[in-house]
C-alpha cells in the first residue's frame, strides 16, 4: 500500500466518522445550539467528501468539479465552529454581523466557482496527473488570502471564547465537555496553521486540514457520547435531585420528552411502554371511548405527548389532575442552564391529602355562611316588610296630632309616635347589619363641611339628652380643618351610634362629644371622636360582648332601655370598612369612653375656628330665613338641561328679585349670551351636545358675556373639582343639590355691589316684596294690575293641586312616599311653596325623560344616556329621593366607564323606579271634583293675564298665576289647555304659551 493509498484510507474514515457525528447531531436537534453543531458538521462533512474525489482525480476537468464541491462546505467550516462557539458560551452576536460574513463567504465561494475566467481567488493554477499522487498547484489571489486571514481570526476567537468558558466553569461534567470541544478546535486549528504555513513538506502533496477535521470530530464525538453535549437530560436530572420523591418530566424546546423519573413512570405506564418498547405499546395505555362523526364509538389511544397536552392545559388552567384516587397538583418551570433555555420540567406534586382537608373545611364553611346568609336574608326582608306599615302607622298618627284638638286623643297619638319611631330606628339597625353582613355596605368619600357634620350631630342628640336631663358638652380642636374628603353618612353613623349610647345608658350627670386630629401628611389627617358619658358603664366580663349583635350587657338591669344591641356591632364593622378601630375605656358605675380615628383627605387647610363657642350662641338664638340683599336690578343667566334644576334655582332667589333668565342647552345659552349683558352666568357642567365647559368657551370667545364671571353647577364636588373649573375657565363653582344660603351667599360677592339695594331703597323694596306676597302675587310693575285682580279674585285657593296649609301641611302627604325624604327635600328647595314647584316640574318631566332614558338605551348610544341619568341623578337627589339619585348614579358611572353589561341588565330597574315614583307624586294632578267652579269671565281675565306676563317673561308671577288656576274646577278643554302651558312654561317658551293662551282669551 503506497502513500496515496494510506491517505484515502484516512480519508474514508474521516467521512464515515462525520457521517455519524451527522446522524447523531440530527437525532438530537431540539435548540438554535444544535443548528449550528449541524451546519458545522455538515460543512465539515461536504469538505471531506470533495477533497476525497479530489484526491481520485485524474484530469483537470474532474479535479476542478471535485475542489468546487469540497469548497461548499470548506468556506463555511470555520465560519460554522465560529458562531457554535458563540452560542455556546452564550456570546451576542449582532446579526448584521452574522449577515456580513455570510455575505462575505458566500462573495467568496462565487470566486472559487468562477476559476478559469476570474483570478481573484488563485491567480494561477496548474493539475499534475502524477499517477501515484496527483496534484494541483496553484498561485494564491486576494480573495483566498482574505478567506485564510478571516479563518484565522475566526477559529483563535472561538477557541478563546471556549478555553475562557472552561477556566470559569465548576461542574465537572460541564468541564470535561469543554475540554472537549476545545481540543476539538485546538485540533482543527493546528492543522489549519499547518496547512498555510506548509511545515511538513506533505503538505505540498495532501490537505492537512482534513486528517484535522478527523480528530476534531473524534473529540466532538467523545464530548456528545460521553458528556452529553446536548444537555437536556444531564441538567433534569440535576434539576429534579431535591425534587425526587415527585414525578418527573423533562422535555426539550421542540416538545420531545428527554427525561422521566420513576414516579413518573408509574402514574403514566405509557411513558414506559412507548419508550422502551418492553411490552407492546397498546397493552399498557389507557383507553376512551368517545363518539366519533358517523355516531358510533370508536377508542381513543393516549400516546405520552397527549399526556403533556394534559399536564400543560391544567398548569395554564390552574387545576389539579386525578390520577386513580389522587389529586396531583402540576407544576411547569423552565428549564435553564447559564442563561440557556434547553426546555420545560414537569412535576407532579401528591396534594390528595391536603385538597380532602380543604373540602372538608369548604363544606362546613359552606353549611355556616347558608345558615348565615338565611338569617341575613330573613332579617332584611322582614325589615323591609315591617317598614311598610310602620310608615303608614306614623304617617296616620302624625294626620291624627295635626287634626285631632282633644287632649287624651293626642297624647295617646303621641305615644304611638314616640314608639313607632322607636321601632323603625331598631329595624333599620338590624337593615344596616344585613347590608355589613352581605358586604352590600361600600364606604363612598366625597368633599363634606366638618362642621356642618357637627352641627348634624349635635342638632340629633342635644334634645334626647335634655330630655333626661343630662349636659351635654360639645369640645372641638379650633385648628381642624373643616373641608375634609371622607364617607361623611358613615362617619356621622359611627358618632350618632356611640352618643346615642352614651345618652341611653346615662341617668345623671353629662356626655361629652370631643373632636381633635393628627396631622399625618402633607394632604392627610386622623380624624378623632370621643364620647365620654358618666353612666352605669360595664364590668370588664361583660366588654367582650360590647360587639357581639342582638347581646346586650347586663340584660337584667339594663331591661327597661330600648335597643337591639346592634349598634356597636354596626359602628364596629363600619369603621373596619374605613380602616380604623374603636377603643374602648369603661369602669363600672362611673362611665365609659369610647373613640375612633379616621384617615380623612383635607380639601382645604382652612380652620374650622371657635366651633363650640358659636354653635353655642347659634343655639341660643332661634332661627328664622332673611334674604341676604335684595338686588331687583342684577340679572343672571342660569344654563342647566334639567328643567327641575332650573325651578330649583329660581324658587331659591325669588325673595332676592333677582331678574333670572333660564336656558335648557348650551346653545340657547349662547344665543342669551349673544343678546343679553348678565351679571353672572351659572352653568351645568354634565349637558347632552355641549357640556359646560364648551359652553363658557364659546361664550367667552364672542356675545356680551365675555368677562363675565361663571359658575360651574356640578354634582360631582370631589377633590379636585374647583382647580379643574378654574382652569377651564369659571370663576367658582356650586356643588349640587344647591345650598340655598351658599348661593346667596356667592351671588352677594359677584354681582356688582350698586345693583345690590342698601338703606331706605332696601327697606322700601322688602316692604313692597311682603305686600306683593300678601296679596298672593309678584312681578316687577309689568302687568302687575291684571295679576292682582286675578290673584286677588281666586283668593283662597288652594294651589297645587288642591293642597294646602301651614307647618309643612301642604308635604304631609309625601310622607306616606317611601322614596322619598320630604324634609331633604324641603332643605334643597328653600320653602314648601318652592318644594311643591320643583316636585311639579319632576312629575310633569318625568313620563318623557323616562321614555327619553330608555329609547337612548335602545339605540345604545352610551354617551346621551350617561348625561340624561346624571341629570336624573341630580333631579332626584333635589327632592329628596335619594334610592333613585344613587341608582342613576351607578348607572351613569357605567356609562362613563362603558360598562354596557351593567347598563342592560339595570337600566329597566331604573325605569320601573322612576316611572313608579311619578306615579306616587299624581297627587300634584290635584283632586277637581270637589274644587270651585271658575267662571267664564274670570277665565278669559286669567288668559289676558296669561299673555301680559309671557310678554314680559316673569317666571315667578306665571307660576303663581297658573297655581292660582289649578285651584279651580276648569272646563276639560281648557284644563289639557292649562296643563300645556305648564309644559310650555317648564321649556320658557313664551312665544308658545302666548299663541296657546290668545285662542282662548
Request: hydrophobic share 40%; glycine share 8%.
Amino acid at each position: 500500500m503506497n502513500t496515496h493509498d494510506i491517505l484515502l484510507t484516512i480519508q474514508y474514515i474521516t467521512i464515515v466518522v462525520l457521517f455519524i457525528e451527522i446522524w447523531i447531531v440530527f437525532m438530537k436537534w431540539s435548540n438554535p445550539i444544535h443548528s449550528y453543531l449541524f451546519f458545522a458538521c455538515i460543512s465539515s462533512f461536504i469538505s471531506n467528501m470533495g477533497y476525497l474525489l479530489e484526491m481520485k482525480a485524474t484530469t483537470e476537468e474532474a479535479y476542478l468539479s471535485a475542489l468546487k464541491l469540497s469548497y461548499v462546505g470548506r468556506v463555511f467550516i470555520v465560519l460554522a465552529f465560529f458562531l457554535f462557539s458563540a452560542k455556546m458560551c452564550r456570546i451576542k452576536i449582532p446579526k448584521w454581523v452574522i449577515a456580513a460574513l455570510m455575505l462575505v463567504h458566500i462573495g467568496i465561494y462565487v470566486s472559487i466557482l468562477s476559476l478559469g475566467s476570474c483570478n481573484l481567488y488563485y491567480t494561477s493554477y496548474e493539475f499534475i496527473p502524477d499517477p501515484e499522487f496527483p496534484r494541483f498547484t496553484h498561485e494564491d489571489g486576494p480573495l483566498h488570502d482574505l478567506l485564510m486571514a478571516m479563518n484565522g481570526v475566526l477559529a483563535c476567537t472561538a477557541f478563546y471564547w471556549v478555553f475562557r468558558e472552561y477556566r470559569k466553569e465548576k461542574n465537572r461534567t460541564a468541564r470535561s465537555r469543554l475540554l472537549m470541544l476545545m481540543l476539538a478546535f485546538g485540533v482543527q486549528i493546528l492543522s489549519f496553521f499547518l496547512e498555510v504555513t506548509h511545515v511538513f513538506p506533505v503538505s505540498k502533496y495532501f490537505d492537512i486540514t482534513m486528517p484535522g477535521a478527523l480528530f476534531g470530530t473524534i473529540f466532538m464525538l467523545i464530548g456528545i457520547l460521553g458528556f452529553d453535549l446536548l444537555g437536556t437530560k444531564e441538567i433534569a436530572r440535576l434539576f429534579a435531585i431535591d425534587r425526587i420523591s415527585e414525578g418527573i418530566i423533562a422535555v426539550d424546546n421542540e416538545g420531545r420528552i428527554q427525561y422521566y423519573n420513576e414516579p413518573a413512570a408509574k402514574l403514566y405506564p405509557e411513558l414506559d411502554a412507548f419508550f422502551s418498547r418492553k411490552k407492546r405499546f397498546n397493552e399498557k395505555l389507557h383507553h376512551t371511548e368517545e363518539p366519533s362523526r358517523m355516531g358510533t364509538v370508536k377508542s381513543r389511544v393516549y400516546t405520552p405527548y397527549d399526556i403533556i397536552s394534559f399536564i400543560t392545559d391544567a398548569v395554564s388552567k390552574g387545576e389539579t389532575l386525578k390520577i386513580g384516587d389522587r389529586i396531583y397538583t402540576p407544576e411547569e418551570n423552565d428549564l435553564q442552564y447559564k442563561g440557556e433555555s434547553y426546555g420545560k420540567l414537569y412535576a407532579l406534586v401528591d396534594d390528595t391529602d391536603h385538597f380532602r382537608y380543604m373540602e372538608e373545611l369548604q363544606e362546613q364553611r359552606d353549611i355556616a355562611d347558608s345558615a348565615n346568609e338565611a338569617k341575613s336574608r330573613f332579617l332584611a326582608n322582614m325589615s323591609h316588610e315591617i317598614r311598610t306599615p310602620i310608615n303608614a302607622v306614623l304617617g296616620m298618627d302624625e294626620m291624627i296630632l295635626r287634626e285631632s284638638n282633644e287632649k287624651e286623643i293626642r297624647a295617646y297619638a303621641s305615644d304611638i309616635m314616640s314608639a313607632g319611631r322607636t321601632l323603625l330606628s331598631l329595624i333599620n339597625d338590624i337593615l344596616d347589619l344585613s347590608k355589613v353582613e352581605e358586604g352590600k355596605m361600600e364606604i363612598i368619600p366625597v368633599q363634606y363641611d366638618l362642621s356642618s357634620l357637627i352641627n348634624d350631630l349635635v342638632n340629633m342628640i342635644r334634645d334626647r339628652a335634655a330630655n333626661k336631663g343630662l349636659k351635654f358638652n360639645l369640645n372641638v380642636d379650633e385648628h381642624i380643618p373643616h373641608l375634609l374628603l371622607g364617607d361623611e353618612i358613615r362617619i356621622r353613623q359611627c358618632a350618632m351610634n356611640l352618643l346615642t349610647n352614651a345618652v341611653k345608658y346615662t341617668e345623671a350627670g353629662e356626655v361629652t362629644l370631643t373632636l381633635s386630629y393628627k396631622k399625618i401628611a402633607d394632604d392627610h389627617i386622623l380624624l378623632g371622636f370621643n364620647v365620654k358619658d358618666t353612666g352605669i358603664g360595664m364590668k370588664e366580663e361583660d366588654m367582650e360582648n360590647l360587639f357581639s349583635p342582638y347581646k346586650r350587657i347586663e340584660e337584667k338591669r339594663n331591661r327597661t332601655i330600648e335597643g337591639t344591641g346592634l349598634g356597636m356591632s354596626i359602628t364596629r364593622q363600619l369603621l373596619d370598612l374605613m380602616g380604623s378601630s374603636l377603643d374602648v375605656h369603661s369602669e363600672y358605675g362611673k362611665g365609659s369612653e369610647f373613640s375612633f380615628e379616621i384617615d380623612q383627605e383635607v380639601l382645604k387647610w382652612e380652620e374650622i375656628g371657635d366651633y363650640s363657642s358659636r354653635f353655642s350662641e347659634m343655639a341660643e338664638r332661634t332661627y328664622e330665613y332673611h334674604e341676604l340683599f335684595h338686588a331687583p336690578d342684577a340679572r343672571i343667566l342660569v344654563v342647566d338641561d334639567t328643567e327641575m334644576n332650573l325651578t330649583v334655582i329660581r324658587s331659591l332667589l325669588k325673595k332676592t328679585g333677582i331678574r333670572i333668565d333660564t336656558a335648557d342647552s348650551g346653545q340657547a345659552a349662547l344665543d342669551l349670551a349673544a343678546e343679553n349683558a348678565y351679571d353672572l352666568i351659572f352653568i351645568d357642567h354634565m349637558m347632552p351636545d355641549m357640556d359646560g365647559i364648551e359652553t363658557l368657551q364659546h361664550i367667552r370667545e364672542s356675545g356680551k358675556c365675555t368677562e363675565v364671571p361663571a359658575i360651574a353647577l356640578t354634582a360631582n364636588a370631589v377633590s379636585g373639582a374647583r382647580e379643574m373649573y378654574l382652569e377651564a375657565g369659571f370663576t367658582d363653582y356650586l356643588s349640587k343639590p344647591v345650598d340655598g344660603e351658599k348661593l346667596e351667599k356667592l351671588l352677594y360677592e359677584k354681582i356688582p355691589k350698586e345693583k345690590i339695594l342698601t338703606g331706605d331703597a332696601d327697606a322700601a323694596y322688602a316692604e313692597q316684596m311682603t305686600g306683593a306676597g300678601a296679596s298672593d302675587a309678584s312681578g316687577d310693575g309689568n302687568g302687575s294690575g291684571a295679576g292682582s285682580n286675578v290673584a286677588g279674585g281666586m283668593s283662597g285657593s288652594n294651589g297645587a293641586g288642591g293642597m294646602s296649609g301651614s307647618n309643612g301641611d301642604s308635604i304631609a302627604w309625601l310622607n306616606d312616599i317611601p322614596e322619598i325624604d320630604a324634609q331633604e327635600g324641603l332643605k334643597n328647595c328653600g320653602s314648601e311653596e318652592g318644594y311643591i314647584s320643583v316636585l311639579s316640574v319632576f312629575h310633569q318631566t318625568a313620563g318623557p325623560k323616562a321614555d327619553e332614558i330608555e329609547t337612548l338605551f335602545r339605540d345604545n348610544d352610551i354617551e346621551n344616556y350617561t348625561i340624561k341619568v346624571h341629570a336624573l341623578k341630580s333631579s332626584a337627589r333635589i327632592i329628596g329621593a335619594a334610592s333613585l339619585s344613587e341608582f342613576a348614579k351607578d348607572l351613569e358611572d357605567a356609562g362613563k366607564r362603558n360598562d354596557t353589561e351593567y347598563i342592560e341588565s339595570n337600566t329597566p330597574k331604573l325605569l320601573e323606579m322612576y316611572r313608579s315614583l311619578d306615579a306616587e307624586l299624581s297627587p300634584l294632578d290635584g283632586d277637581t271634583e270637589n274644587l270651585p267652579e271658575i267662571d267664564e269671565g274670570a277665565l278669559k281675565e286669567a288668559y289676558q293675564t296669561i299673555i301680559e306676563i309671557a310678554g314680559s317673561m316673569d317666571f315667578g308671577l306665571m307660576e303663581d298665576i297658573l297655581k292660582d288656576l289649578r285651584g279651580y274646577r276648569l272646563p276639560e278643554a281648557d284644563k289639557d289647555r292649562i296643563a300645556k302651558i305648564e309644559g310650555l312654561l317648564t321649556q320658557l317658551d313664551w312665544d308658545g304659551i302666548i299663541s296657546l293662551a290668545g285662542e282662548r282669551a
